[in-house]
């Protein structure tokens, strides 16, 4: 008897020794290292430009600390909206852990998103909304305040008395539609304050500049224009610089595309409105993370946007911002 | 002790060989398996230890020496952009004067031969440009006068200032993210001694480079930061910026070289510092031990499978062991249980380890000897049987008997009337004692009685030719002897010694104690006999054929039978002179009643 009492004891010394190994990974660690990666699929709207590389490197920050295998894919052209499709597509075959989409089109994509969910992918929205309930969380700037804020600074620029054009980008675009709506709205406090012209550049450098010399030539008496994009930006202030206009008619731009920093230096844009591209994919892919680990997200992560004029670029914390890449 | 034995009993046999708890196989198995399991737990346990220690060191040791690297690395960097800086303010010191184009010449050809140089420039201690190199386009809105080189040239003029990283805003182009070196120095401006503050920059791309590819453990990552807590370089600087990330940089101050855990932001983070001179810049390299955990865990489980096949293989081989070893044991002991059962016959199985060959071995000659002592039993209990069928019939030897009557008839024709009654009272005592109410065992006295009417009788018939004397101690007296077996050697005496003789025959008896023996002797002075004769008789073969019918061998063999080996006859006898016949048995009065039922 005393024999089967010892083979107990002994099997209960091998039970412990086993089980203190297993035991020491209690809470649920987002930054575990061990085991599969998981795969997250980010889809963007364009695959070149600083500002979606500055995506990618957040994300990318993102992934090496959650142990994520990120595969970032964009079609050629931000207008390619059913090559988006394509790829959402795509990346529910391959079974995705998660995806995060930057939708091109607000309405187009919905339907891809809802199937995205029905397979159980959560998919997060960066950047730029999408129709879709399903959407776990959406990260990115809050466009109807970063309106806003380029309206405020724009008053502050050409007086309360003044007559103002807007250089959209495309017609139905979530992000310009309510960075307009915001603009809009806080100068409708200035009755003294006109919106004398609303135009569409399409997201193309050269019509923007069109548009501009147009928008210049029919009111003479402008005093500020906004532009409520990179391209947008580039193509306003470049024909203004070029019309000589530059100092005399206010621009507010917005992001900051090296050319709009010098355009800043040389006095022809008096502000620019940036996001913070990097943080929005670093939390994209955190959020991912979490909501794939089932933990509660946020519905909305707003990524500050900011007002960068000469006084403020040098500052340390926003050199880092405009200039992401160190060439 | 019996009492539970004898209960366990009729439970054993229920359970399978197997499973009892008691068996060899049992406890070989489980004491093997045991104590193997045991030191492999043992030592699984310290090797795990001790490797898992080692690990950890190696990987700490590990990411100092990535840290260390980077550090020498940055110091030689560094050296070279002070050497550069040298080099410059010793060229612009050689020139009397800065606008000269040799200088600009000389100062180009260097900027071409380090590419990592992106440009040098002389700025009066009010901001005005003196002398830039390449020359391009200064771009406005510069506010040179607020950058830190500018401001720390200005404070500390003597001290070359390296700046934290920036972006350099000061010509058209590209915007670049430089470090800068100034300080101030004297230059000429044709004859005239100036001050003004020497700026070059050199392209941050190298640093950037070196630190991004810095990689602790899968996670871990190294960051720099200047004597105030600027960031030099951070992978993760826009976080941190953004307030979505903190360095815990106050123990960092602390430390200009060594290491720590650090575990200000829940997880621990293993804080490794080096300090780059002469800048003060420090390198802190950041990696997270429970990376180091996932290497333990590893370790876990690949000690957790070894243990699992060793600890499998060890009881099988326990098992197979003990089954050898048992095997073997069990085999004998069904033999013995069989042997147990009454079967001699079968020798048991002989086969296994030495020790058990040698026991089935010793047990088969034991059984062997059983069986013989057996057989000698069974023979000698049939051989007392016969002699005791004899003694019964020579109670009542008719031959004797009818030998006796015809010299009775023959005295009583002859008118010799005493003589007759004589014969027919001795002849009366002498079947008396001869059955002696069934009794084997009786005294001397009564057998000396025996012997004596024997003597009467025979006298009486050999019509006195021979004469006998019966001596008897006082101590032999009363002891016991079996009964009938003085008087077939008197008789043998009679027969083989005297009768043939021509002279009157002598016949002696006595009975002594000597000593533990009890001594009878017969003696006769008869013709003797040869040892042939001798041998005859004690072997039976030899027999009168008038004699009272229970011979010599008779005697002896029921002497040993009763009494054993040392007892019996002893023959000595020469031609012509005489015999002597000895019978030694043990000097026993007492136990008569005790022996009587070993006879029986």
Not at chain 1, 154 to 182: C, H, P, W, Y
Not at chain 2, 293 to 314: E, G, H, P, R, Y
Not at chain 2, 492 to 511: C, L, Q, R
Not at chain 2, 569 to 593: K, M, Q, R
């Amino acid at each position: 008897m005393s024999l089967s009492k010892g083979i107990a004891r002994m099997a209960l010394l091998l039970a412990v020794v086993l089980l203190t190994g297993s035991c020491s990974s209690s809470p649920p660690n987002l930054r575990t290292s061990s085991g599969k990666p998981r795969t997250i699929d980010m889809i963007v709207k364009m695959n070149h430009g600083d500002y979606w590389n500055t995506v990618k490197m957040g994300a990318e920050v993102a992934a090496k600390e959650f142990n994520v295998q990120l595969t970032f894919k964009a079609p050629d052209n931000e207008s390619d909206i059913d090559g988006q499709i394509r790829l959402m597509d795509q990346s529910i075959q391959n079974k995705a852990d998660a995806i995060i989409l930057s939708a091109s089109d607000y309405m187009k994509l919905a339907q891809v998103t809802d199937r995205a969910a029905y397979y159980k992918i959560p998919v997060i929205s960066m950047d730029s909304e999408v129709a879709s309930a399903r959407v776990k969380a959406f990260v990115g700037t809050n466009n109807y305040e970063a309106g806003q804020k380029a309206a405020e600074r724009m008053v502050a620029l050409t007086g309360t008395n003044s007559r103002i054009g807007v250089m959209n980008f495309v017609q139905g675009s979530k992000n310009g539609d309510e960075r307009e709506e915001g603009f809009m709205d806080y100068i409708a406090r200035f009755p003294g304050v006109h919106v004398v012209a609303v135009e569409y550049c399409q997201s193309n450098e050269q019509l923007a500049r069109e548009l501009t010399r147009k928008m210049l030539n029919e009111h003479p008496d402008i005093s500020g224009i906004v532009a409520l994009n990179e391209v947008a930006s580039i193509g306003t202030g470049e024909e203004m610089q070029k019309l000589g206009a530059g100092g005399r008619v206010k621009l507010i731009t917005f992001d900051s595309p090296a050319k709009v920093m010098e355009l800043l230096q040389e006095g022809i844009v008096q502000a620019t409105v940036i996001q913070n591209p990097f943080n929005n994919g670093y939390l994209a892919v955190q959020h991912a993370v979490e909501a794939m680990e089932g933990l509660d997200v946020p519905e909305r992560v707003d990524t500050k946007s900011k007002i960068i004029d000469l006084d403020n670029m040098l500052w340390p914390e926003n050199q880092k911002q405009l200039f992401p890449f160190v060439r | 002790m019996k009492i539970p034995h004898q209960r366990l009993k009729p439970r054993a046999p229920r359970l399978p060989m197997s499973f009892r708890l008691r068996s060899i196989q049992t406890i070989i198995t489980a004491t093997f398996a045991g104590m193997t399991v045991l030191v492999v737990i043992l030592v699984s346990i310290m090797l795990y230890n001790k490797f898992s220690k080692t690990a950890e060191e190696n990987a700490y040791l590990n990411i100092q020496q990535i840290i260390e690297q980077v550090n020498y690395h940055l110091e030689l960097y560094v050296k070279g952009m002070q050497d550069i800086y040298a080099v410059v303010e010793q060229q612009i010191d050689q020139t009397p004067d800065v606008g000269s184009g040799v200088l600009r010449e000389q100062l180009t050809t260097l900027l071409h031969t380090r590419e990592d140089l992106v440009s040098v420039a002389l700025f009066t201690p009010e901001g005005r440009l003196v002398l830039d190199i390449p020359n391009a386009e200064m771009r406005r809105n510069t506010k040179l006068t607020e950058q830190s080189w500018y401001e720390s040239a200005r404070e500390e003029p003597q001290k070359l200032s390296f700046s934290p990283p920036h972006i350099q805003n000061l010509y058209k182009g590209q915007y670049k993210w430089v470090v800068s070196l100034s300080r101030m120095i004297e230059y000429r401006d044709q004859g005239k001694v100036k001050r003004g503050i020497l700026l070059v920059d050199v392209n941050f791309r190298t640093i950037d480079e070196l630190s991004r590819k810095v990689s602790l453990g899968k996670q871990g990552y190294a960051y720099i930061i200047d004597e105030l807590g600027n960031i030099v370089y951070h992978p993760q600087q826009q976080l941190i910026y953004a307030g979505l990330k903190y360095e815990n940089l106050e123990p960092v101050f602390d430390y200009a070289y060594g290491s720590y855990i650090d575990k200000s932001t829940g997880v621990p983070r293993y804080i490794t510092i080096r300090t780059v001179q002469p800048i003060g810049w420090k390198i802190v390299g950041v990696a997270f031990p429970d990376e180091i955990v996932t290497t333990k865990q590893d370790l876990n489980q690949f000690i957790f499978w070894f243990l699992v096949v060793v600890i499998t293989a060890v009881v099988l081989l326990a098992v197979f062991i003990s089954a050898k070893i048992s095997q073997p044991l069990r085999h004998l002991e069904r033999s013995v249980q069989s042997v147990g059962q009454g079967d001699f016959s079968t020798p048991i199985y002989v086969s296994g380890a030495y020790e058990v060959v040698q026991l089935s071995k010793r047990f088969n000659f034991m059984l062997h000897r059983i069986r013989q002592l057996m057989d000698q039993i069974i023979h000698e209990q049939e051989a007392k049987r016969k002699s005791e069928l004899d003694v019964l019939q020579s109670q009542i030897n008719p031959h004797f008997l009818y030998n006796t009557l015809n010299s009775v008839i023959r005295l009583a024709e002859k008118g010799k009337k005493e003589e007759v009654v004589t014969t027919i009272s001795s002849l009366s005592k002498f079947f008396r004692i001869s059955l002696s109410k069934g009794k084997t065992i009786i005294t001397v006295e009564e057998e000396l009685e025996h012997v004596r009417h024997y003597l009467i009788i025979q006298k009486i018939r050999y019509k006195h030719k021979f004469n006998y004397e019966i001596q008897c101690d006082e101590a032999a007296r009363s002891c016991k002897t079996l009964k009938l077996i003085l008087q077939p050697i008197v008789e043998n005496a009679i027969y083989h010694g005297i009768e043939k003789m021509p002279d009157e025959g002598w016949i002696s008896i006595s009975a002594a104690v000597q000593g533990e023996r009890l001594v009878l002797t017969v003696t006769d002075n008869g013709l003797g006999m040869t040892p042939q004769v001798m041998d005859q008789i004690l072997s039976g073969s030899h027999r009168s054929g008038s004699g009272s019918g229970v011979g010599v061998k008779n005697v002896n063999e029921r002497i040993r039978l009763c009494y054993g080996k040392p007892y019996g006859l002893h023959f000595a006898s020469e031609l012509e002179e005489g015999t002597s016949v000895t019978i030694t048995l043990p000097a026993e009065s007492d136990h008569a009643e005790e022996l009587e039922r070993g006879i029986s």
